[in-house]
């Protein structure tokens, strides 16, 4: 296909994996540590460099139309998330970080089997393999850290405020272990999962493209303005806090101790910009042009309660299931089950960030487990991924129940 497309052969290609989060959701970007691994789904494309100044993109899929631009004025349209924005941001992430102004061009047909917004991080991948062909195509060396956070900064080019772990697993992840990925600075750590524990991955066919909708941005702006609450509360410099994180350190108090500041200073009810300005001592204009991103200034109510309960019991649930993981109890994959389960529920109830469509199939599993096994109690929820969607916007989709059984699910099994 490759010669068809550019009458020629490619001279390299490049893969980056998707991945599955095993727990830790929605907590990176708050500076929290997570656990992925990644999966044998991947992007892949094929490369050749060329003696002009011209990017050409053409796609395996169909679906997705060529794509064609001068290397020197890369041009990044945040209303429109199609899919070659994503190859840009990997490729004007590294053409910045050197500061070239007239990179070389490439010929680059894209290929790949992660199901798309589906939480398996097909962008991301993308955006990884992109950035690991321009740096080969420069001729440029950087590490597997240094690259995934330039991923994780040009991914936003797009207009998401993402934290990096999809990134960062793209590039850190090794085969037979998950990784605990901790950020400021960024390192990855291996977690050895129970001996004999399968991983299933299933699809709730409820699309999400984050890029696309405000939604994801406004979980994220929700608790930037939790953690500026919280911190004016404890008399800390509220203005330069941005995540949850940082007000725990600033503490120097405990995971469990956070739950009970955040029960303390901030109430369940959903704050208004008015409110949230009292609160501050700012401006309407202030809180729009000077903390909330372009897609979340029109936002009339925040849930920062519910956002921040979640982040701090999640991060602890991350900590507890690589203990777990570490000191192999005899009903290990019972309790990290209950963990994730946990998840699910934080998920679904504070976070608001998963649908009917996904807590069904969460529920199937359950009861097919319990109806298969006198050892019920290891049956696990999956890790909720950010899949919601306004009902008039959803496809009509198969039940979940039909769906397990008919679809071709991976299986990650830990020897």
Request: include cysteine; proline fraction near 5%; charged fraction near 20%.
């Amino acid at each position: 296909m490759f010669k068809s497309k550019f009458g020629s052969f490619p001279k390299f290609y490049v893969r980056a994996p998707g991945r599955v989060n095993i727990i830790g959701e929605h907590i990176d970007y708050c500076g929290y540590s997570v656990l992925p691994m990644a999966v044998e789904q991947d992007m892949l494309i094929a490369v050749e460099p060329v003696k002009t100044y011209t990017l050409h993109l053409a796609n395996t899929n169909p679906l997705y139309p060529d794509f064609s631009t001068s290397t020197t004025d890369v041009q990044i349209d945040k209303s429109k998330p199609l899919w070659h924005n994503y190859f840009l941001c990997g490729f004007k992430g590294v053409q910045e970080h050197f500061g070239l102004s007239n990179p070389t061009g490439m010929n680059c047909l894209v290929d790949g089997n992660v199901p798309p917004s589906s939480g398996l991080s097909s962008s991301s991948a993308l955006v990884c393999c992109a950035g690991l062909v321009t740096l080969t195509v420069l001729g440029m060396k950087l590490s597997k850290v240094e690259l995934a956070e330039i991923c994780t900064k040009s991914e936003r080019y797009i207009g998401t405020e993402g934290g990096g772990m999809d990134q960062s697993i793209s590039f850190l992840a090794e085969e037979g272990t998950a990784k605990l990925i901790e950020f400021n600075p960024l390192r990855a750590t291996d977690v050895k999962l129970p001996s004999g524990a399968v991983f299933v991955i299933a699809n709730s066919c409820v699309e999400m493209n984050k890029a696309a909708t405000s939604h994801f941005n406004i979980r994220v702006m929700e608790c930037r303005l939790a953690a500026k609450l919280l911190a004016k509360h404890k008399s800390l410099p509220w203005d330069k806090v941005l995540r949850l994180e940082e007000v725990q350190a600033q503490l120097g108090i405990s995971l469990e101790e956070m739950l009970l500041v955040t029960d303390a200073t901030l109430h369940p009810e959903p704050y208004s910009p008015e409110e949230i300005c009292r609160c501050l001592g700012i401006s309407l204009e202030e809180l729009r042009t000077q903390i909330l991103s372009p897609n979340t200034r029109d936002v009339t109510v925040f849930k920062l309660y519910q956002r921040a309960k979640h982040v701090y019991s999640e991060a602890a649930r991350v900590l507890q299931f690589r203990k777990v993981c570490e000191d192999s109890p005899e009903d290990a994959v019972a309790q990290l089950g209950e963990l994730m389960n946990q998840s699910h529920r934080s998920c679904r109830d504070l976070y608001e960030c998963s649908c009917p469509e996904l807590d069904q199939l969460v529920d199937t599993c359950r009861i097919t487990r319990w109806a298969s096994s006198t050892s019920s109690r290891s049956c696990s929820s999956l890790p909720a991924r950010y899949t919601r969607q306004s009902r008039e916007s959803a496809q009509e989709q198969t039940t979940p129940i039909k769906l397990f059984s008919e679809l071709s699910t991976v299986q990650i099994k830990c020897e």
